[in-house]
């Protein structure tokens, strides 16, 4: 459904990257993954009513934190705002969407300098039980 | 005058709530320390609640303290108990007191009260007929009824009987029932409370009284007391209409009497039916002299109530520094309870004023009567009597001589619920506050320019609410009003997921009995996408919590006993320190504390903390809580770290936690020369009793030794302070952001005694605290603050010391270590993993300096200069 995932998985240039198997996922906790030195924070819904389209899906958005540059996105709190699924970051609480990335919290503070306040979200595919990261 | 030279000296003359008010509000305004003051008490006693005489029994002294008794320790204060002045010479400007001593003044106040008024009834000097007036005559009752009942065979009931059926009266019934005699009261007039009720609401009150036992006989003269034949002692009563009553004891409330004496002996004026005439500025004749309280003649008489003499002490005070303040007028509304019985009125309760239409509304069943009284065209509150629901008058007191608003004012005296009156509009002159004095616009004025946004802030800001506490549901209503007016949120909701806040949410899931987050979301949470008017949606659709519900869920679910918090959906819940079980820091590595209860640890253990610190290259730091800190773990280490220090005998320390921290202390009578009760040992045995509580917010402790405090304990939430007969308890304190000091609770308690009242304190307050709301603002919103703490864990007035006591059995019998128990589970430690896939490899953006022989994270600078010594591949041993 999302136009930015779509988008990412048309590019040619997605490198696809096994990451884990899904059942190595917790439901609604993240895991952090490691490619070269890029850093992926995945999610795991649970097949839950609540997340309505997004039940059962697996996102991935970037580990960093631009708000304190610690690599700790995966360890958030998950859940939702108005209905999207969202994770909260761990040190000073800003909420961001898995779906987009996008920033919706920012618990009055700016990032990083250098840093966007949204996070780069990733596409993923579930092929027989493995989960794979689309990287540029 | 101001400032120059010696400070003056102050003589008050006695030693009630309305001279400890006077002092209070003097060394609150007198910032420049112009007076010094001395505290002359008959009784020898600092000052206590006497309206509350009644908990006496029950409670013991303690329970009847009055304000901060840190006042008496000021060094601008003399307080001298049991030193009765036996003269004033106005001349000389000294007082003499009963050993003779002579005490000159600057300015003096006369704070004498009233002494209990014997009728002259023949008889009234016979063994066992008593007065109700301070804690000594108190005393002696209660001796006297337990003698009386030792002497009976088992079974046999004390009788007693009350002459008065007013406010005194009333209250010494309750303690005769108190005390487990009977009690019947006998009162000269048509109905009881005859000054503050009128007829029907004494009817209703007398049905209430009734019912709890209590027997009660109106329009009844007693024309004399009879001795027992053998004993001598009071035996019966006779009455003028013949009747007669078998009585054990006798306590006689018809009244009080302004002591008087000394202004008498000073030949100062004194009015018709005695006190010392004062004019509005609360001075007598003589411009050094001043009167309050019940001695206090004032607009032509004495009034026998603490709110207008509190008045009278702040007037006094506000002359005494220049100011011009007079008294408004005495406000005679009354509020109280009376044996669980609800009793108010105010204004012209008994609609002696020309034309007025009383509105009544009565239910004789359930034993209410309610009653306005307004001017003729029934829109001007004129006054109300309130007896079993006073629900009505705090909103309705203040608008007293207003119009009050909407068409049927029946309306405000329907049963909560059920009326629709209209919401109530206060005047900005309305006095809300009787004890302080504080207006509708005072409180308004808090919130619009002093920025308050909550009842504390109020209370702190105007003083409203800070004495009584009956105004407080009026001033929350207050404050709300202006904040929305404002545009200021005020919701309790915890988020947009729950409605509820968080005390609600506990209850409402202990009560549904419900174990997981997706049942208590899906039956109690909001439907966020649900439009106004749209088809049915199902409620969890779109509701899936979020950081600020789920680790509150968790916590209720912790405390109700659902296992570890690490499994199954649990484990979803819990904020990143809790997942791992170690504190988050600032570049994403952990923190790691084990448990040294009560600060105590053994040689052998601090080799162990050390190895493990140095094998695995961590940053070590003592805590403020008497414990080792080590910084630095990452995630995949904490399982191996913790192995070793389980191994090693070492527990979690739960500083990650919203639970309790640690329970501080100094080393106490084992080893320190003026200790005074062993307590590294009480410290220990609390720590290991309350471990791994969770709670609202973190729970700190402490427990000193004696009255020195090393341990610091009145900084916690809860000190435990020794004194050679026990246990003094303080709860409330913390450090922080904003410190408080904790507050005397009760003392000289037993070892078993202090565990019990901590249980219940503890539970109390887990269950009804706001999220992240600490226990000294939590006092606060209780009703009735730390006196309604006492009432609700000492005297059990909700009923559920039973409830709390075994939750916290349950706890403590329910603990494991939780990092002990994730070692001993594989699921679990799976979620120690660095990466899912390379889950041993450690973060790569780490990067280290040294720094005082220890290693801290690189700031961005360093990283960008590149004098980081180590990144985290650089492993010392694992």
């Known amino acids: ?136 | 005058m101001v400032n120059s030279g010696e400070s003056q000296h102050l003589v008050v003359i006695g030693g009630g709530m309305v001279a400890q008010r006077l002092v209070e509000a003097l060394r609150a305004r007198d910032d420049a320390g112009r007076y010094r003051v001395t505290v002359f008490a008959e009784e020898p006693r600092a000052p206590y609640d006497r309206v509350g005489l009644t908990r006496w029994f029950q409670e013991g002294p303690d329970s009847i303290a009055l304000g901060d008794p840190a006042l008496w320790a000021d060094p601008l204060v003399t307080l001298h108990t049991d030193r009765k002045i036996e003269s004033i010479d106005r001349e000389a400007k000294t007082v003499t007191d009963r050993l003779g001593h002579v005490h000159a003044y600057d300015e003096l106040v006369l704070a004498t009260g009233s002494s209990a008024a014997m009728p002259p009834i023949p008889g009234n000097d016979l063994p066992g007929v008593f007065v109700y007036r301070t804690i000594d005559d108190v005393a002696a009752l209660r001796g006297w009824v337990e003698q009386k009942r030792k002497s009976y065979p088992e079974g046999k009931p004390v009788r007693g009987a009350v002459i008065g059926g007013g406010l005194l009266g009333l209250e010494a019934a309750g303690a005769l029932t108190a005390l487990d005699a009977q009690a019947t009261v006998i009162e000269f007039g048509t109905h009881l409370m005859g000054v503050q009720v009128d007829l029907g609401g004494g009817q209703a009150l007398k049905r209430l009284i009734n019912g709890k036992g209590i027997g009660v006989r109106t329009e009844t003269a007693t024309s004399q007391m009879k001795p027992h034949r053998r004993s001598g002692h009071v035996g019966r009563l006779d009455f003028a209409d013949g009747g007669r009553l078998d009585v054990d004891v006798v306590v006689v409330a018809t009244g009080v009497r302004p002591r008087d004496e000394l202004a008498r002996a000073a030949g100062l004026p004194v009015g018709e039916r005695g006190g010392a005439v004062v004019d509005l500025s609360c001075r007598t004749e003589d411009p050094h002299i001043w009167a309050v309280g019940e001695v206090a003649c004032i607009e032509g008489r004495c009034i026998g109530l603490v709110a207008p003499g509190n008045t009278m002490a702040e007037v006094v005070v506000d002359r005494l520094l220049g100011g011009l303040a007079e008294f408004p007028g005495a406000d005679t509304a009354t509020k109280l309870k009376l044996s669980g019985v609800d009793v108010a009125s105010f204004g012209d309760a008994h609609a002696r004023t020309e034309n007025v239409v009383e509105v009544v509304w009565a239910d004789p069943v359930a034993g209410v009567y309610k009653k306005l009284v307004l001017s003729d065209d029934a829109r001007t509150l004129l006054g109300g009597v309130f007896v079993g629901d006073a629900g009505p008058y705090a909103s309705l007191r203040p608008m007293l001589g207003a119009e009050l608003p909407g068409e049927d004012p029946s309306a405000f005296l329907l049963p909560e619920g059920g009326g629709g009156a209209p919401s109530l509009e206060l005047p900005d002159d309305a006095n809300v506050c009787s004890c302080n004095s504080v207006s509708a616009g005072t409180i308004r004025g808090a919130v619009t320019e002093h920025q308050c946004t909550d009842v504390p802030g109020v209370k702190a800001c105007t003083r409203a609410g800070t004495t009584c506490g009956a105004c407080l549901p009026l001033v929350k209503k207050l404050v709300d009003t202006e904040l929305e007016r404002a545009g200021i949120e005020i919701s309790t909701a915890l988020c947009e997921h729950f409605d509820m806040s968080r005390a609600q949410l506990f209850d409402a899931v202990r009560v549904a009995d419900l174990h997981s987050f997706s049942d208590i979301v899906g039956r109690f949470g909001r439907h966020p996408v649900a439009e106004p008017g749209s088809a049915p949606v199902e409620t969890r659709v779109g509701n899936r919590g979020c950081d600020i519900c789920k680790p509150v869920v968790a916590s209720i679910l912790a405390s109700l006993g659902n296992g570890h918090i690490l499994a199954g959906e649990q484990s979803t819940l819990q904020d990143t320190n809790d997942h791992m079980l170690a504190n988050l820091q600032k570049d994403g590595t952990y923190s790691v504390v084990p448990r040294m209860p009560g600060g105590e640890v053994t040689p052998e253990g601090l080799i162990v903390v050390g190895q493990v610190a140095k094998d695995f290259g961590l940053y070590t730091k003592i805590t403020g809580g008497q414990r080792i800190d080590m910084f630095g773990a990452r995630v995949e280490q904490l399982p191996d770290i913790w192995r070793r220090l389980v191994d090693a005998g070492f527990e979690s320390g739960h500083a990650y936690g919203k639970s309790l921290r640690t329970v501080k202390s100094c080393v106490g009578s084992t080893w320190c020369r003026y200790g005074v009760q062993d307590s590294v040992g009480m410290a220990v045995e609390l720590e290991l009793r309350y471990r791994g509580l969770r709670s609202p917010h973190k729970l700190k402790m402490g427990v000193s030794g004696c009255a020195r405090e090393c341990a610091e304990a009145r900084g916690k939430d809860v000190g435990v302070i020794a004194t050679d007969k026990g246990w003094n308890i303080y709860v409330g304190g913390n450090g922080g952001q904003t410190p408080r000091h904790a507050k005397l609770l009760a003392e000289d308690l037993t070892s078993e005694e202090l565990l019990r009242t901590i249980d219940r304190f503890l539970m109390y307050y887990v269950r009804t605290a706001d999220r992240l709301q600490r226990t000294a603002p939590w006092i606060e919103e209780v009703d009735g603050g730390l006196d309604g703490v006492r009432e609700v864990i000492m005297e059990d007035s909700l009923g559920i010391c039973a409830d709390l006591d075994a939750a916290m059995a349950r706890h403590v019998e329910n603990y494991e270590d939780e990092w002990k128990a994730v070692l001993e589970d594989p699921e679990k430690l799976r979620r120690f993993s660095s990466f899912v896939n390379a889950p041993k490899d450690a973060d790569p953006s780490l990067a280290y300096v040294e720094e005082r022989g220890q290693r801290r994270p690189a700031t961005a600078e360093e990283r960008a200069s590149g004098v980081v010594i180590a990144g985290p591949k650089l492993e010392v041993r694992a």
């Open chain 1, 1 to 136: 459904m999302s136009s930015l995932t779509e988008q990412a998985t048309t590019e040619t240039t997605v490198r696809w990257e096994r990451a884990c198997l899904i059942t190595d996922l917790f439901p609604e906790r993240g895991a952090a993954a490691l490619f070269g030195d890029v850093q992926v924070a995945l999610f795991r819904l649970p097949e839950d009513p609540a997340y309505a389209a997004h039940a059962g899906q697996v996102y991935a958005v970037q580990n960093l934190d631009p708000f304190s540059t610690a690599h700790v996105m995966s360890r958030g709190i998950v859940g939702t705002r108005a209905g999207e699924p969202t994770v909260a970051a761990p040190v000073y609480k800003q909420v961001f969407s898995l779906v987009t990335g996008k920033c919706l919290v920012t618990a009055d503070k700016s990032p990083k300098e250098g840093l966007a306040p949204d996070l780069a979200v990733y596409p993923v595919e579930v092929r027989d039980g493995v989960v794979h990261v689309g990287l540029p």
